[in-house]
Each structure stands twice: as C-alpha cells, then as structure tokens.
C-alpha cells in the first residue's frame, strides 16, 4: 500500500515538473504551437494514466495471484491436518480393539484355569472319599473277621467242655 502511494506521488511530481518546463517561456502566441503542446501532454498524461492503470491491474493480478496461493497452501496443509487426525484416530481404534481382545484372551485364560484348579479339586475330593469308603470296608471287613473268629473259638471251648459220650 505505502509503495503505491510514493509511487502515485513521485508520478504527479513528475507530471507538474514537466508540465512547468513546457510552459516557461511559451505563453500563447509566443513561439507559436501552443496546440500541438497541449496535445503533446494529453497523449502523455493518457500514456501515463494508461501505464499507471497497467501497473495497478498488474499489481492488483498479482496479489490475487499470491492470495490464491495462500488459500491453497492453507487448503492443503487443513487437508493434511485432517488426514493426520482421521490416521490417529484410526491408529487408537486399533489399539483400543487390541487392548479389548487381550482383555478378552486374559479372562478367557483365567476362567480356563479357574475351571482347571476346580476341576481338579473335585476330583481330589471324590478320590480322598473313595479311599475313605475302602479304608471303612477293609475295617468292616477286619471287624468281621474278628467276630468270625471269635465265634469259632467261643463255639470250640463249647465243645470242649461237652462230655464225651463212652468216656467216664
């Protein structure tokens, strides 16, 4: 913006120092051709109108050139942001679906072993009764015996005090 202006202010400068040097010394009817000297500082200033509104559109061109740039740098890196985010985003999708299965895998494995220890106590159990139930049948058994023997003593002592028949 600044530049523009010196340079609008160094064009009027130059346009009033050449406007005086035309005239000093050439009023009308002296020397004659006042006309063609007007006209000759109309083509000029035309030219110089011309040249400035050249330079204006040429300016005005490339700021919207270089403003275009930006708004497709700006574009560009808001794409690659976004592109960034929804890779994260992804990426932590992933890794919470992992961390959700190894979870799963874990209580898996701890229900497994759960399963296992019970299993294998209840068979602990049910071998210490059935050793139970076999040490109580040998005892029976023993028990039985015993009596059995007793019985068969008792009923031999019996027979032994019986008298003998013929004997006196």
Do not use: H, I, L, Y
């Not at 500082?41 to 490339?62: G, L, P, R, S, T």
């Not at 270089?66 to 794409?79: H, V």
């Amino acid at each position: 913006m600044f530049c523009e202006n010196r340079k609008a202010k160094k064009k009027e400068e130059e346009r009033k120092r050449k406007r005086k040097r035309k005239g000093k010394g050439k009023g009308k009817g002296e020397g004659g051709g006042g006309e063609e000297e007007e006209e000759e500082e109309e083509e000029e200033e035309e030219e110089e109108e011309e040249e400035e509104e050249a330079e204006a559109e040429a300016e005005a061109e490339a700021e919207a050139e270089a403003e275009a740039e930006e708004e497709e740098e700006e574009e560009e890196e808001e794409a690659e942001e976004a592109e960034e985010e929804a890779e994260e985003e992804a990426e932590e999708a992933e890794e919470a679906e992992e961390e959700e299965e190894e979870e799963e895998e874990e209580e898996e494995e701890e229900e497994e072993e759960e399963e296992a220890e019970a299993e294998a106590e209840a068979e602990a159990e049910a071998e210490e009764e059935e050793e139970e139930e076999e040490e109580e049948e040998e005892e029976e058994e023993e028990e039985e015996g015993e009596e059995e023997e007793e019985e068969e003593e008792e009923e031999e002592k019996e027979e032994g005090e019986e008298p003998v028949p013929g004997v006196t």
